[in-house]
């Protein structure tokens, strides 16, 4: 980047961003021209002049090293996992043990799980800067010198950095621990060594991310701990993985991403210098990094963290991101007796309350926004979007019996985190009361959940009704009103994901697109426009307009603004009523002057199965682990067709498969109203859903066996159906049996229903 450009990226700063992010380029350009120590690996003297050691008597550094590391006391690691691993030899940890082993002997054998990529290849020795999903290979010059979004030239950037992550050093170290077998030893110390050789000082797309850098860091120092008296790593391997440590320690310091990336990058980077700052106190800087890095942490997030606990950026894989590195950095603090402090406590439990309320009766959550794959710490194989290893920690982290109700239970992560006598006490726990509350509204981050129960069970949906995203909105999708809906426990109605970041623009935007949301589109349009892979031409943003919750029902109503850029701009509104342990009832308005075609679309889970029943009715069925989940799908209102299809879904980073897709669509001029009844059903179930006749407003019949709902909804000046009246924007009157109808639901003001009765006289059943 030449001065001109730079400055220009710089008009509108203040001058502290000003100073770093010049300071920081200076520094880039003298290591780049080797001007800097920091380009080579300290000499012996340097790093034993870096380390405050006990005096052995012993000149040889390797060996000072190596032996005060394996035989100190303090500082204090997260858990004691020797006892997590002779735990882990339990008959209640049998199964994770197989898989555990299993994994590590494939990493012996040179296949690595990656993302949504098995077993890929690396070479023999790994490859560290080879993508094998595109065959290429990263460039070596200066870090600073490698586009690493320009996929032409280095492949997909997140598959090296993956690998370089270290993370299979998680997998190998546990199952030495368990296993006993040396093998698992001699392949980290081998590719440890092999890392080291490829991978001199600030050479390479390996140091061109401070992030990258941290992680990396941290795997190590859980792997110093694992490996800790293995007869594979030497003295040598030691002290030469600690001389890089060090020049982790001044990298992260120097460069962090304060102004670049003041995300998941930034606290990822202060939990870097946090952790080799509160696990290393022999470094001269540690207390300097330690408390560089916590800082940071306590600063940002309420920044972060909005007020009622929805991460900022509105993607929900970072959130669990950042909850990860909130309860690490809390247990990093704790262990070193250092004080956390209660806002910070506050703010970190309103993010897992969050958290649990996205989470699904199967323990996995909604992906909103972007999905990356990737993970801090490996310490067990579970789905990606599964969080209940994050929601088990932080019931013992901040004393919250609820969370590990919601979790169900230990897992093998909060084993190696916490220890035996925590993973018990969260099985014991799980017995607890879930959270009090079921459905909730967050109005700051813009999300409605709405459930019926937390159980195995348990009907569960998510509305994105809030802003696409914040800064330059990289990690957000053109989702706005998006729903995701699982049944009797079993995601159905989902997101298809992210698939890639840069490796395909064209599908980079596919999945990204309005289209692929479950949300609609107007003349084929998306909300938002995208303009590079992370960032936006147009965005879109949704707003909560009302929001009630009963004893029987919710209703969301909440609108977005992407359509009204067309030439001839059209509104949208999405109302959405939850009849609790019955149906959902999404209605989609759209106003234009000029005739459009609105088409809601509506994604199924992988190996879903559509059954047509009529021209605007289907049944879908999805396999998942509590058996076949069922949903009767039915449209009404001014729809001209519903057509069933197939489009992409990526249930992990790089992998998709295809999965059907319905499209609801309406073509005309003034307003259009979709009308999506969601019925969840078993396969004995008979029911029916048809509209009925009204002079004002829209009236739907819910007809199952022994229960009739009208679902009276006004389109403005209320809704009239024969002798009957109602004034509410959305109303909801059952009868059951021959009894009088009951009024179970009503939002809106005024809000009143006159004559109820009167709609079932003419409602023959079906």
């Excluded at 109820?756 to 006289?761: A, E, H, I, V």
Aim: contains cysteine; aromatic residues 8%.
């Amino acid at each position: 980047m030449n001065v001109a450009r730079l400055l220009g990226k710089l008009k509108g700063r203040s001058l502290a961003e000003f100073r770093e992010r010049a300071g920081q380029k200076l520094s880039a350009e003298l290591e780049a021209h080797g001007l800097a120590s920091t380009v080579r690996l300290p000499a012996d003297l340097e790093l034993a002049n870096e380390l405050s050691l006990p005096d052995s008597g012993q000149r040889d550094i390797s060996t000072r090293v190596h032996e005060h590391f394996s035989v100190r006391q303090a500082p204090a690691f997260l858990a004691n996992i020797g006892a997590a691993a002779v735990e882990m030899r339990l008959p209640r940890w049998s199964n994770e043990t197989r898989k555990l082993v299993e994994h590590a002997n494939r990493i012996v054998a040179g296949q690595f799980d990656l993302l949504g990529y098995t077993a890929l290849s690396f070479g023999s020795p790994v490859d560290w800067h080879l993508d094998p999903t595109t065959g290429r290979r990263a460039p070596r010059a200066h870090w600073s010198r490698i586009p690493y979004l320009d996929a032409s030239i280095i492949g997909d950037h997140k598959v090296i950095w993956e690998i370089n992550r270290h993370q299979q050093f998680f997998v190998l170290g546990r199952a030495y621990l368990v296993t006993g077998d040396a093998r698992f030893a001699e392949c980290f110390a081998e590719q440890l060594s092999s890392w080291m050789d490829e991978n001199p000082p600030k050479q390479g797309v390996n140091w061109a991310s401070s992030l990258e850098i941290a992680y990396r860091s941290i795997a190590w120092l859980w792997a110093f701990e694992f490996f800790r008296g293995a007869a594979a790593f030497t003295p040598e391997i030691h002290a030469r993985a600690l001389k890089h440590l060090l020049l982790n320690g001044r990298h992260l310091e120097r460069y962090l991403s304060t102004y670049f990336s003041p995300n998941t990058h930034l606290t990822g980077e202060a939990l870097g210098l946090l952790s080799i700052g509160t696990l290393l106190p022999e470094f001269h800087r540690a207390s300097a990094w330690r408390e560089l890095g916590w800082g940071i942490l306590e600063r940002h997030i309420p920044l972060q963290v909005l007020d009622d606990g929805v991460y900022f950026e509105q993607a929900t894989y970072y959130h669990r991101y950042t909850v990860d590195i909130y309860l690490h950095a809390v247990l990093l603090r704790r262990s070193a007796g250092a004080a956390v402090s209660a806002r910070t406590v506050k703010r970190l439990d309103s993010a897992v309350g969050y958290l649990a309320d996205l989470t699904r009766p199967d323990g996995s959550i909604p992906v909103i926004g972007d999905d990356d794959g990737g993970r801090l710490v490996l310490l067990e194989s579970r789905n990606l979007m599964d969080v209940r290893a994050a929601l088990g920690t932080a019931s013992v982290t901040l004393a919250r019996d609820e969370y590990a109700a919601v979790a169900g239970g230990a897992t093998e992560e909060l084993l190696w985190l916490l220890g035996p006598a925590a993973a018990h006490a969260v099985d014991i726990n799980a017995r607890s009361a879930p959270p009090a509350h079921l459905s909730t509204l967050f109005p700051a981050g813009g999300y409605a959940v709405m459930r019926d129960g937390w159980g195995a069970g348990a009907n569960h949906a998510v509305i994105d009704c809030g802003p696409l995203g914040a800064m330059n909105c990289g990690h957000a999708h053109a989702d706005a009103l998006s729903i995701e809906i699982s049944v009797a426990g079993c995601a159905m109605i989902v997101d298809p994901g992210t698939y890639t970041y840069t490796v395909s623009p064209e599908e980079r935007d596919h999945f990204r697109h309005s289209a692929s949301h479950n949300t609609v589109t107007v003349d084929g349009q998306s909300s938002s426009v995208p303009s590079g892979p992370f960032s936006w031409a147009h965005r879109a943003d949704a707003k909560v307009e009302r929001w009630s919750t009963g004893a029987h029902a919710d209703v969301l109503v909440a609108s977005q603004s992407g359509f009204m850029r067309l030439a001839d701009p059209v509104q949208h509104r999405r109302t959405v009523l939850f009849v609790r342990s019955a149906y959902w009832v999404i209605v989609d308005t759209l106003v234009g002057a000029g005739e459009h075609t609105s088409t809601a679309h509506f994604h199924t889970a992988i190996g879903s199965d559509i059954t047509p029943l009529s021209p605007t009715s289907a049944l879908i069925s999805t396999p998942c682990a509590t058996g076949t989940a069922r949903l009767l799908f039915s449209v009404a209102g001014d729809v001209d067709a519903l057509v069933w299809g197939h489009d992409w879904v990526s249930p992990a980073y790089g992998v998709r498969t295809k999965a059907p897709h319905g499209q609801v669509t309406a073509r005309g001029a003034g307003r259009r109203d979709i009308i999506t009844v969601l019925v969840p059903v078993t396969a004995d179930d008979t029911v029916s859903v048809r509209e009925q006749a009204t002079s004002s407003g829209r009236a739907v019949l819910v007809d199952r066996l022994g229960v009739q709902d009208f679902i009276l909804l006004s389109t403005g000046g209320g809704v009239v159906v024969g002798n009957v009246t109602s004034t509410a924007d959305v109303a909801v009157v059952r009868r059951t049996g021959e009894g009088a109808a009951e009024l179970i639901a009503l939002a809106g003001e005024p809000a009143e229903v006159t004559g109820m009765d009167t709609l079932f006289t003419d409602s023959p059943r079906s």
